[in-house]
């Protein structure tokens, strides 16, 4: 089976219906969460997502924190004005919609989380050291983590007593072993934070076990205004034309 997998749309319609659009080989579509928070248009990316034929949807930080399961002060000042602007936003059956989703999913030999294995919601899988202590916490060969809006592969090394960090490499897909742990991370739809503004995920064919990164460019300066139209905090727009 040919699956997107997609992370961190942060109700960035515009980069959302891009990725779903210009890919068009994909049987089923995994989301690892955080649909809202952010971006300009909440209630369009979750009606657009539960939509699709086959997907799987996890729940985020940002969405938990809309659905008020955890404080807003927890979050810097630009997110937390983004967060209460969302509440107000969403519609009920939206905000319903986001209060089932789970925070952590199995399929076949793949783990799904949004932030780790061991947090689900909240751990920044950021370095191969923290990358290596989560490695206890899945039974599956793989697990698929979003939430640092970063692309990252950590690899179980050989005698598996350390974890290595293998860059994504955009010449060529990963072929996956499943005798060696993997964390894999496909990036940021909505918020790519790696200098790269272009929409960050990730195909996945479940039976030949390859992994290739895509980036997809979209109308940034599109989404830009409509945050600012939603008078959403200017330094939020401005990050998305460089990447961070
Ligand atoms: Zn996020």
């Not at 248009?41 to 996890?58: F, S």
């Not at 924190?65 to 002060?73: P, R, S, T, W």
């Not at 790696?194 to 995920?201: L, T, V």
Request: charged share 20%.
């Amino acid at each position: 089976m040919q699956v997107l997998v997609i992370s961190d749309i942060h109700a960035n319609f515009v980069a959302l219906d891009t990725v779903l659009t210009s890919l068009t080989d994909y049987e089923a579509v995994w989301f690892l969460g955080d649909l809202v928070g952010y971006g300009p248009q909440p209630n369009e990316c979750v009606e657009r997502l539960r939509a699709l034929p086959n997907v799987t949807c996890l729940v985020g930080n940002h969405d938990k924190a809309v659905l008020g399961e955890i404080d807003i002060n927890t979050f810097n000042h630009d997110a937390q004005t983004a967060l209460r602007w969302t509440r107000r936003q969403l519609a009920p059956a939206n905000l319903q919609f986001l209060a089932e989703l789970a925070p952590r999913a199995e399929i076949g030999q793949f783990t799904l989380v949004h932030a780790s294995p061991r947090q689900p919601v909240w751990e920044y899988v950021l370095d191969r050291s923290i990358a290596q202590e989560n490695l206890p916490y899945f039974t599956t060969p793989f697990c698929l983590v979003g939430h640092t809006h970063l692309p990252a592969v950590y690899v179980e090394s050989l005698n598996g007593d350390d974890c290595l960090d293998e860059p994504p490499d955009y010449a060529q897909p990963r072929l996956l072993q499943p005798n060696r742990k993997s964390i894999l991370n496909p990036g940021s739809v909505g918020q790519p934070r790696d200098n790269n503004p272009r929409a960050s995920c990730a195909l996945l064919d479940t039976d030949t076990l390859t992994w290739r990164y895509v980036r997809v460019p979209y109308d940034v300066s599109l989404t830009q205004q409509r945050m600012r139209e939603a008078h959403l905090p200017e330094r939020l727009a401005a990050r998305l034309a460089l990447g961070w």
